[in-house]
């Protein structure tokens, strides 16, 4: 029997922390792997990129303790690559730097296994620069040196020369440099550089929890004791620190510091990314097919009977239109209906397909399509036929007041929702931290979902009470009052937009 071909593995470096900063051909790996063996330095959201049916491996370290040994590791990358399967091996920061990356693709090179290396934007390179200091300018630094701090600095041979570093004019970065900090200036001050010499720490670099001590080398050991710094963190020595006054543009974002936790799809609250803000994605919520068509394909067969087509969601377009193709029709079939949306977003969701709306109600929900239809029929709506393709389970206040006032109404389901399956584990510690600041909930299901997904109620509950919550509009916001909370925040109009301003509107405030 022919032996199976192996795989692939890529060792990619998923940069400091900032999910902006991974790479395009990064992002590119990890939408083809079947396998990801994942640090604990890395920003999760970036696996938010892998496919759902992807094997997850944690590899992680934090606090010197280690989930998997690095044998244990590459015995994993081999095994899961000799299985023909594509793998992964996601580390924080580059894998060449510090990364043991090159350890680990020696032991594929000697087990005749392909593997690529897909490089990381480096924490020395990038933490310097949110901070706002550069590691080379021209009237201050024209070289820089990186050096592992971690490095046992009590043995008698070390592999830093430390006189030759003590002379260098240029910017010195210690990666992993907390533990060893008090050391690492002693013995550069002992060697001859100036006390003096500006400097800083930087802790949690290019995320929104970044902090960040400056002072003179002498002075270090003990501002970093006074602020009790744990790791993560970089130091960095030379002239260049005094330029972060000028330079620092990372916190002056109106919403840095902020962690926004987004029970929905991330794509459209990238504004408040751009703001500075942090977004943690944990869908709550899965949309799906129908389990059973027959309602709206009978509904489709009689299409030129409606008078109008209904829709309360991008959803609900977007499932209809994909029924309609399916069954053979095309939008030539809709001539002569007459098409509302409930908000805007519902409305540019159908001129994708061409469609121009006839109507959008002033207030974007079920009450306001009542009050849109009673203003144009001045309340008489006998002989008018709608139809509302829409989600199982949906509110009856529309179709109720339409059959009261003379019309007749079809609803058949669309689209369904349903609870992701997903974990909770890294959600609820981010929550116990205290490391959310603002939870969103875009409907009464994705927030009653989150509380089943946490896996106790009490627990998320008493969670929550300490983050300012945000609600797309009315019902949501009764949803979350039901269990005794109160939001915070809730735009005017219920659209994503206004709850993205209403949000940033807050935050900037506060």
Not at 361 to 389: S, T
């Amino acid at each position: 029997m022919a032996e199976k071909n192996p795989g692939r593995v890529y060792i990619v470096g998923a940069g400091p922390g900032d999910r902006g900063l991974l790479t395009l051909k990064g992002l590119k790996c990890l939408s083809l792997a079947d396998v990801v063996i994942y640090d604990f330095h890395i920003n999760a959201q970036i696996i938010n990129y892998v496919k759902h049916d992807a094997e997850f491996i944690y590899a992680g370290k934090r606090g010197g303790h280690h989930e998997l040994s690095q044998e244990e590791i590459n015995n994993i990358m081999v095994a899961r690559a000799k299985e023909g399967k594509v793998v992964v091996r996601l580390k924080g920061g580059d894998p060449f730097v510090f990364g043991r990356g090159g350890e680990e693709a020696e032991v594929l090179a000697k087990e005749g296994i392909p593997f690529e290396i897909v490089p990381g934007i480096s924490s020395a390179i990038a933490v310097p620069a949110y901070a706002g200091i550069p590691l080379t300018h021209r009237k201050y630094s024209s070289s820089f040196t990186v050096i592992t701090g971690n490095e046992d600095l009590t043995k008698a041979s070390s592999g830093i020369n430390w006189k030759a570093l003590s002379e260098l004019n240029g910017t010195i970065v210690f990666l992993m440099a907390v533990k060893n900090l008090e050391v690492i200036t002693d013995k550069l001050i002992q060697n001859g550089k100036s006390p003096d010499t500006p400097s800083a720490l930087i802790r949690w670099g290019t995320r929104p929890d970044q902090t960040i001590i400056t002072g003179t080398l002498k002075e270090m050991p003990n501002l970093v004791k006074a602020k009790d710094i744990k790791p993560p963190a970089i130091f960095i020595i030379g002239d260049v620190v005094k330029l972060r006054e000028d330079l620092k543009w990372y916190e002056k974002k109106p919403l840095f510091g902020q962690r926004i936790l987004l029970t929905t799809d991330i794509s459209r609250f990238e504004k408040l990314e751009v703001l500075g803000a942090e977004l943690i994605e944990f869908p709550t919520i899965e949309i799906v097919p129908p389990e059973d068509w027959s309602d709206l394909d009978h509904s489709i067969d009689k299409i030129e009977t409606y008078n109008w087509l209904v829709f309360t969601s991008g959803n609900g377009v977007n499932y209809f239109m994909k029924r309609l193709l399916e069954k053979g029709r095309d939008i030539r079939d809709l001539k002569g209906l007459k098409l509302c949306a409930i908000g805007r977003a519902t409305e540019e969701e159908l001129k994708r397909y061409g469609l121009r709306v006839d109507l959008v109600p002033e207030e974007f929900r079920a009450e306001g399509l009542v009050e849109a239809f009673k203003n144009l029929y001045r309340g008489d709506l006998r002989g008018v036929k709608i139809l509302l393709p829409r989600a199982e389970n949906a509110r009856e206040v529309f179709p109720e007041e339409i059959r009261a006032l003379g019309g007749i109404i079809d609803t058949p389901v669309a689209y369904r929702s349903k609870k992701p399956e997903t974990h909770a584990k890294r959600i609820k510690r981010f929550l116990r931290e205290g490391r959310i600041t603002v939870s969103v909930f875009t409907s009464g299901a994705s927030f009653k979902n989150f509380l089943e997904l946490i896996g106790n109620e009490e627990e998320a509950l008493e969670f929550l009470k300490n983050i300012k919550i945000a609600v797309i509009g009315p019902v949501t916001k009764k949803a979350v009052e039901k269990y005794g909370l109160s939001p915070a925040i809730m735009p005017e109009r219920a659209t994503i937009e206004d709850l993205v301003d209403e949000i940033v509107r807050v935050l900037s405030s506060s």
